[in-house]
């Protein structure tokens, strides 16, 4: 069992930066992967960043590579999503989500359906 706490969410303007935060607590949370999902009104969930346990292995959504990158700091139980050169696109909920980082392949990170742990999310909005 692990809960999550994003923040770090609110308004940019355009070409701006953000960093969002997921605070993770619960046992044994840095055996955990954890990855941004991100929902904008109207759309489906989609996966943003992914980083497993030891942080070794990071995956990102095309559309932010480049932009975006994630970072965890397992003393702090806390991952970060550093969001740079943001677009209106980009405004949207922000989720925090985690599943046992044995279950993180290339066949999972990218599905919300493998992630058993969400946090409540945070919004970001990117004005142009």
């Known amino acids: 069992q692990v809960e999550l706490v994003e923040s770090g969410g609110g308004l940019v303007q355009v070409g701006g930066s953000l960093r969002l935060s997921c605070a993770a607590s619960g046992r044994n949370s840095d055996s955990f992967a954890l990855a941004w999902f991100r929902q904008a009104p109207g759309l489906e969930r989609e996966f943003v960043a992914g980083i497993t346990g030891s942080g070794r292995a990071r995956d990102f959504a095309g559309s932010v590579r480049g932009r975006f990158t994630i970072s965890r700091d397992n003393d702090k139980n806390t991952v970060y999503l550093q969001m740079n050169t943001l677009k209106p696109e980009d405004t949207a909920d922000y989720f925090c989500?985690?599943?046992?980082?044995?279950?993180?392949?290339?066949?999972?990170?990218?599905?919300?359906?493998?992630?058993?742990?969400w946090g409540q999310g945070t919004q970001v909005t990117v004005s142009s």
């Open positions: 989500a985690a599943m046992p980082t044995r279950d993180y392949s290339g066949l999972t990170y990218y599905r919300s359906q493998a992630y058993a742990f």
